[in-house]
């Protein structure tokens, strides 16, 4: 493609030398350039790509894209905002890729990664292909693949929309974070269905305060609906639960149709006669005059609310509810969320993602619903991220565990015990000295801790890293996986 092609796309960008010259990719990490790409030089948050421009022309950049001068002589693309001109230009570099499937996005705070893996299941079972983007991975075709970013900047989710293209996807299926709705990583991006799952704290180091977070995620839903408005075959939705307070707000913001779900108010897909056991979940769904019962291996009502939405989307696409009942019964547990560790030993184990107050929350609240015997806690908090959540998970931690062992999760450049600090007041807030807790940052001794204490039905409940197999101390990412490390404290203890 001509660079010419590119900038007639930017009515206020100014071309700079050879309109004709050909490039053959785009860049943005001047370590990946390769002859004849484009370099679009970034402003960041650690670096600023415009100070790589040199290096990536030396490695044979065609072309650049630029917010200020930066000196080199091959034919440069001045904008105003390099970040909106990569969306823009990379949308059209793979030939607007999201127009050709549907691209099915999840906001809120919890329960993203489950619903898109559980849409993911019930569209498959139906006869679709899907590509599937999220924390713990993507998917293209049959291969998965590791990822960085939840929701990824917008030139590598071009790139991959068009991989996934190529591949004949009908669906993708992608969380969408409320950074990258912040950040701009999906603009241009067309969504079929948007859903909102929930909104509690998280992030309040990043978004500022509640308010601003909420806004931040009502950009899914306020770009619905403003293309494409006369076309019929090519109907966008929302799909907002309806118990949470935000969906008026999100519902205010959109020109679509509005599907609701829930359970405390009346939802057009709504469940009833919930029951959690310690095996799996079984409630009443009530859709649109039909009715089924849903059985789920997932544990906990949160997971109701996660089945709901997903039911929401695949009702969209024509899904029968026999058929999403059918897959539901057969849908497996997903990695690092609720996982239990079995070695055989007489207590449980349940290995989880909750890393907010509200998703610890959710996570202990269940654990309460069927655990026989105590509970144990093993949690933490992020470094470099929102300190304010840190005394409140110390609080909910303490109210519904009965022994709470605080520990590392990601320190990154704080210092562990400084981390640990800011939960302690809030576990002794809750609990004075009516309960015991530690605080140890080595997360290692901490797993070997709540095994050497478990008796017979009690629960471990390990929070926090769910699939994650590291630990960020420093500037270091060392291998470290919760379920190994119960499994090898379960093996010692039994030895
Ligand atoms: C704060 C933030 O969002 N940072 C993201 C950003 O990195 P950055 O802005 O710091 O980039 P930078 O290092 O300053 O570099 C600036 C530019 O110089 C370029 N550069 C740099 C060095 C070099 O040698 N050559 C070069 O060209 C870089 O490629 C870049 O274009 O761009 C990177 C590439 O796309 C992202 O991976 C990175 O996410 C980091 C890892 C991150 O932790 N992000 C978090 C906050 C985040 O986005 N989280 C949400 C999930 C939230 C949730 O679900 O709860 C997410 O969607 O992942
Ligand atoms: N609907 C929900 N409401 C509240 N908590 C939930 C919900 N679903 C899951 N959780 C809790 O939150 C944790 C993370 O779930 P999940 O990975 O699905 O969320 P996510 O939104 O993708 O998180 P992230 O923002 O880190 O990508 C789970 O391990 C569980 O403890
Ligand atoms: N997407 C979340 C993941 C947090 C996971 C937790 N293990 C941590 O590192 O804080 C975030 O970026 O805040
Ligand atoms: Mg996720």
């Not at 050909?22 to 970034?42: A, M």
């Not at 006869?127 to 693949?145: C, D, H, P, Q, V």
């Not at 290692?444 to 699939?467: Q, T």
Request: aromatic letters at 8%.
């Amino acid at each position: 493609m001509k660079i010419s092609e590119l900038a007639s796309l930017l009515a206020g960008a100014r071309l700079d030398g050879d309109e004709s010259v050909e490039l053959t990719g785009i860049q943005t990490d001047s370590r990946k350039v390769r002859p004849g790409d484009l370099f679009i030089c970034l402003p960041g948050h650690a670096a600023d790509g415009h100070d790589y421009a040199a290096k990536a022309v030396a490695q044979g950049a065609a072309a650049l894209v630029v917010e200020r001068e930066v000196g080199e002589k091959v034919p440069t693309l001045h904008v105003k905002d390099s970040r909106l001109a990569m969306a823009i230009l990379a949308n059209r570099f793979y030939d607007y890729p999201s127009r050709e499937f549907k691209v099915i996005g999840i906001t809120g705070t919890n329960g993203k990664t489950t619903t898109t893996y559980i849409i993911d299941k019930l569209l498959t079972d139906h006869g679709a292909r899907t590509g599937r983007m999220g924390t713990i991975e993507m998917k293209i075709g049959s291969e998965t693949f590791p990822v960085q970013n939840t929701t990824q900047e917008a030139l590598a989710l071009q790139h991959n929309f068009r991989r996934m293209r190529d591949q004949q996807a009908d669906y993708c299926i992608m969380e969408v974070s409320s950074h990258a709705l912040q950040m701009g990583r999906v603009k241009g991006v067309r969504f079929r269905t948007a859903i909102f799952t929930n909104l509690t704290q998280d992030h309040l180091d990043y978004h500022g305060s509640m308010e601003e977070y909420r806004a931040a995620k009502g950009l899914l839903f306020s770009r619905l609906g403003n293309e494409y408005a006369s076309d019929a075959g090519s109907r966008q939705f929302a799909v907002l639960n309806g118990d949470d307070p935000a969906s008026y707000y999100y519902q205010s913001l959109t020109a679509v149709e509005v599907l609701t779900y829930g359970i405390d108010k009346p939802a057009d897909f709504q469940a009833t006669d919930i029951r959690v056991t310690s095996r799996g979940t079984e409630f009443k769904l009530t859709a649109f005059g039909e009715e089924e019962t849903i059985l789920l291996k997932l544990i906990g009502k949160f997971n109701v609310y996660n089945a709901l939405a997903a039911i929401a989307a695949a009702w969209i696409e024509g899904v029968p509810l026999s058929s999403i009942k059918k897959s539901l019964s057969e849908l497996s547990l997903i990695e690092g969320r609720m996982e239990p560790v079995d070695e055989g030993q007489s207590f449980s184990v349940l290995v989880d993602f909750a890393h907010t107050p509200d998703g610890l929350e959710n996570a202990l609240t269940t654990v309460r619903e069927f655990a026989e015997g105590r509970i144990l806690t093993v949690f933490g908090c992020g470094g470099d991220r929102d300190k304010t959540k840190r005394p409140l998970m110390g609080a909910i931690a303490a109210r519904y565990s009965d022994y709470v062992i605080a520990t590392s999760d990601n320190p990154r450049s704080e210092d562990p015990s400084a981390i640990l600090e800011d939960v302690r007041p809030g576990i002794v807030r809750e609990a004075g000295d009516a309960k015991g807790y530690i605080l140890l940052p080595d997360r290692r001794e901490a797993i070997r801790k709540a095994v050497e204490m478990a008796g017979p039905d009690d629960v471990i409940l390990i929070a926090g890293k769910g699939h994650e197999t590291y630990q960020i101390i420093g500037g270091t990412t060392h291998h470290f996986d919760d379920r190994e490390e119960a499994r090898n404290a379960i093996k010692e203890k039994k030895s």
